[in-house]
């Protein structure tokens, strides 16, 4: 790295010169006093002689670096000679040459080509042809052109991964706390002590009451890893309970109990046992073994040895399912522990019901009973069978779901009073504090404020951007603010010896050495990233460039103040403020007379969706990289997501209808960014009707409904659909049902999806597999971008989805094709 860069102007006599030491810094620039551009320069002037002796001593030990040699030392040795200097032989280093050896092909080696294809970039900025033929700055994008050459010998000088060689920075994201992430322990050491201390402040409490705490960090910090490290450390005595955002302000708690359940359905590592399971059975066997008339009995006694030394054996060692010796037990174990909840608690109400629910699902080994009880604690309708082979009665059609799931997350919570504290989690809230959320925002809040005030002996978490806890506090009751903040864990971006450890420690995971995998530059670019999930993301790049020979990663101004950023990344950014700008002013150009429009409807065309000439842009502005990237990162995230989302769909799910419409009313909000639409449900007198939305576009007027439910509950809720299908001739409906709900028997309602089928205007649609990855893939799509987990405009994806996903019925009734065609 000992060297210089010079640049000489003029031909054949030296006109300005600019010498950079090796870090690319401005050591010397002079103008030449006698040549006659210089007659009336305001520019400071020097000698000719003075010149070349500054040269000879800057010179002296140095390799010279310059673009096209030949030409500088032609000029520079007749200005020696004209000077009565003796010429000294520089050791010159040619770019011009170096690129041609060392360079994939080019059409031309001049500096201002390779400077544009190989996106070199000075102070932020790129090559400018305005600009160019001055010293200085032709020996800058010469220093740059250097270092990028000495990027590539470096790269051909590391041994080179096999191309099957997987890897190492590619799954850098945690979307839930119950998958396999390598976890650098010292990265956030101190934030997971506190978060164990908070623990066990909880279990410490004699009045069991629950504490909040919140985890503050960016996108990709790494909230939702260290909940991770929570889950793999304490799983096996602490139930973590995982709940992504509530999308429906009428149903924040029956969603919440809703993920709880899903939680507790996880396997538990180490054993053969779920979060629920582990949970009872020590809550069970604890209950138990405090009540007299259970150890003051030769039965109870001999029941409890059973079960002393390992609470599970209280699935194992209660007899064969359907034995007299089994119900028995099971009988004996309901009533005791029912009998201790009602002097404890109440034998009124919801909860020793849903107690009872529990026992029952305890009982059974079977899993096709044990998933009706589960459906039947989620509070879903069973079919009439289905309730009696599990000795449960249905639930009322009116009660309250919000209520219910409240007192059930309480009973839960009472259960933790005898084992451990519970962890329970609320992830992915940032799109929360967006305008159109404002009142599922509200909701979470009064939500939150029921879970901290009934539910005992739990740590509430949430995990938030900064900026967004700073909204929600103006938001939230202040009580809630005060107990959900007993705790505050602000993630800051680890070191860099840190970072290096982790990029080592995945790199060891495939059996390579971070510090032979990329060159120091490659290093120092990619530890040079804002966060943990910017830092694996551009070392993904960088390994892809290393392995299959892909172009090196663009510079990145993430960590870079905004003055100083690259002309073409602020562009950019303004590109996707003003998509979002101009598609938001859809809808009014829509109401609009053709008269009343611009003249040309190019003058407010979404930028990047429509880019203007190439001649009319600046000479250093790329017109092209821009919607390509975008398109490509959704492309890769598509392609990813889905096949995530097929391994998840056969995983333990509570469906449920309000969650559904949800979602269905977040992908319309989305939409409406990029045209005119509207959306509200209908309404049939006081009827009540499955959840649904009728979604008004410019081409066609349509209904989506969910309707999962079983039994009358079903029944009632599509004969009143049916009613509105024939009340609304103009609009075309469509009832979904997921493929994964029981199979529907009752006479009364397959007679009325027969007559929803045969209406002109109607039709039942049950969601393969292929339909529900779709919706699900256009839902955590749009989610992701809100909550900046997947880094591009809203705007400019929704186009890509729309194209990406133009078979699938929703995009391509949003597209104007028609819903029933």
Not at 314 to 325: A, D, M, N, P
Not at 346 to 368: E, Q
Not at 607 to 634: I, R
Request: hydrophobic share 40%; glycine share 4%.
């Amino acid at each position: 790295m000992d060297f210089i860069v010079i640049d000489t102007e003029g031909s054949p006599a030296l006109r300005e010169l600019a010498v950079l030491d090796s870090q690319g810094q401005l050591l010397y620039e002079a103008f030449v006093a006698e040549h006659p551009a210089h007659a009336n320069s305001y520019r400071p002037l020097k000698p000719l002689r003075a010149i070349v002796q500054d040269i000879t001593r800057l010179a002296r030990n140095k390799s010279v670096v310059c673009h096209y040699a030949q030409h500088d030392l032609d000029v520079l040795q007749g200005s020696f000679r004209q000077a009565n200097m003796p010429w000294i032989r520089f050791k010159t280093l040619c770019t011009w040459e170096l690129a041609k050896q060392h360079l994939p092909p080019f059409e031309s080696y001049s500096l201002a080509h390779l400077s544009q294809c190989l996106q070199l970039q000075v102070n932020g900025r790129r090559f400018n042809a305005e600009q160019a033929h001055t010293a200085h700055y032709d020996a800058a994008f010469t220093h740059q052109l250097y270092l990028t050459i000495l990027e590539h010998q470096q790269r051909r000088a590391l041994p080179t991964p096999s191309p099957h060689t997987p890897n190492p920075y590619s799954s850098s994201r945690v979307d839930n706390p119950f998958q396999d992430h390598l976890d650098l322990q010292a990265v956030y050491q101190a934030e997971f002590a506190l978060l164990k201390a908070a623990l066990g402040d909880v279990k410490a409490d004699p009045n069991q009451q629950s504490k909040g705490a919140v985890i503050l960090g960016a996108a990709g910090s790494g909230k939702t890893h260290l909940i991770m490290r929570l889950a793999k450390e304490l799983l096996r005595t602490n139930r973590l309970l995982f709940i992504r955002q509530p999308n429906n302000a009428t149903a924040v708690l029956h969603h919440t109990y809703s993920r709880i359940l899903e939680s507790l359905a996880e396997p538990v590592a180490g054993s053969d046992r779920t979060q629920l399971e582990l949970l009872l059975a020590n809550s069970f066997v604890n209950i138990l073994s405090s009540l007299e008339q259970v150890t003051g009995t030769q039965k109870g006694r001999e029941i409890l040895a059973a079960f002393q030394e390992n609470s599970l054996q209280l699935y194992s060692r209660s007899g064969t399912e359907e034995t007299q010796r089994h119900r028995a037990r099971w009988e004996y174990i309901e009533r005791h522990i029912t009998e201790w909840w009602g002097r404890h608690y109440t034998a009124a109400g919801d909860a020793v019901t849903i107690l009872r629910g529990i026992i029952k699902f305890c009982s059974y080994s079977d899993p096709h009973k044990k998933d009706l009880v589960r459906r039947w604690l989620a509070a879903s309708e069973l079919e009439t069978a289905e309730a009696e082979s599990i000795g449960l009665e249905n639930w009322q059609e009116d009660m309250s779901r919000e209520e219910f799931a409240l007192a059930a997350i309480t009973v839960f919570g009472r259960l933790s009073t005898l084992d451990e504290p519970l962890i329970i989690v609320f992830d992915q809230l940032e799109s929360l504090g967006l305008p159109h959320n404002t009142l599922i925002l509200e909701s979470f809040g009064a939500a939150v404020k029921e879970l901290l005030t009934h539910v005992p002996h739990s740590l509430i978490i949430l995990n938030l951007f900064p900026e967004r806890w700073e909204q929600f506090q103006s938001c939230f009751d202040g009580s809630v603010v005060d107990r959900v903040s007993d705790y505050i864990v602000p993630l800051e971006r680890p070191s860099a010896a840190q970072l290096e450890a982790l990029l080592s420690l995945r790199a060891q995971a495939v059996g390579l050495e971070w510090q032979t995998l990329f060159t120091p530059s490659a290093r120092a670019s990619i530890l040079s990233q804002p966060s943990i999930r910017a830092v694996l993301k551009q070392a993904g790049a960088y390994f892809h460039a290393r392995v299959h020979n892909t172009p090196l990663p663009r510079p990145t101004d993430a960590a870079t103040p905004l003055a100083e950023r690259s002309v073409t990344a602020r562009l950019h950014q303004l590109e996707q403020v003003m998509a979002q700008m101009v598609s938001l002013l859809q809808p009014y150009w829509s109401s609009l007379s053709p008269s009343d429009l611009p003249s040309s409807r190019a003058e407010v065309a979404p930028l990047g969706l429509s880019p203007p000439d190439a001649e009319s842009l600046p000479p250093d502005l790329d017109t092209t990289s821009a919607p390509v990237s975008v398109a490509a990162v959704v492309a890769d995230y598509l392609s990813q997501k889905r096949l995530a989302l097929a391994a998840d769909y056969t995983r333990p799910t509570i469906i449920q209808d309000a969650n559904e419409i949800g979602k269905l009313a977040a992908i319309a909000a989305a939409f409406q960014l990029h045209q005119a639409l509207e959306f509200e449900p209908l309404r049939v007198g006081r009827s009540k009707l499955p959840e649904h939305l009728r979604i008004r576009t410019a081409q066609q007027e349509f209904v989506i409904g969910f309707l999962n439910a079983s039994g009358t509950t079903f029944t009632a809720r599509i004969k009143n659909f049916n009613q509105l299908v024939a009340l609304h001739p103009e609009i075309k409906f469509t009832l979904l049902r997921d493929g994964r709900e029981p199979k529907l028997t009752g006479a009364v309602g397959l007679a009325e999806i027969e007559k929803l089928q045969h209406s002109p205007n109607g039709q039942f649609q049950v969601m393969t597999p292929d339909d529900r990855i779709s919706f699900e893939l256009i839902y955590n799509c749009i989610i992701d971008i809100q909550e900046q987990d997947l880094e591009v405009a809203l705007a400019l994806a929704l186009p890509l989805l729309l194209d990406s996903l133009s078979d699938y019925w929703l995009m391509a009734a949003l597209r104007g094709q028609p819903l029933h065609a």
